[in-house]
């Protein structure tokens, strides 16, 4: 009995340091999906026409992304920087520093869901996490 508590703590501390952040957003996550929602008619963005390649990363407290996007031969990157919660599926950013600058200074409610290594990233949402007629719907896989 005696071996048994130690062989006991062992083994939680080996689970808990491998354990990833299952239900939050931190670390490095990789965008595998673009879609924009306006009155129910979607519009894929990743295809053939279109090359999105965006990452995003988040620590106990930022967030930051940066993107290369191609349409055609045109070719425009976008970022962004900022400070983020969490309470439930609600994220919220505060954004500092964004490729369109009319977003500084500004609140991005979004909806977050967790499926192991993917999240759906769905936004403009409402405060019950309900999105608006047209939103966003974005779909990262964790990077390892």
Known sequence: MKNLIPLSLIILLAVSCNRQHVHDPKGGWQMIQMQMVDNGKVTNYFSDRYIVNQTKIWDDNYFI???KYQVDTATTYRYGVGTW?????IYE????????KSYEGTKNKIWLEFRQD?????FPV????VPNNKH???KYVRLK
Do not use: K, P, Q
């Open 65 to 67: 992304f940066v993107g």
């Open 93 to 100: 950013e505060t954004i500092r520093y964004h490729f369109d």
């Open 126 to 129: 409402n405060d019950a996490g």
């Open 136 to 138: 966003w719907v974005e």
């Open 85 to 89: 919660t969490l309470n439930g599926n």
């Open 118 to 122: 993917t999240m759906l990233h769905i």
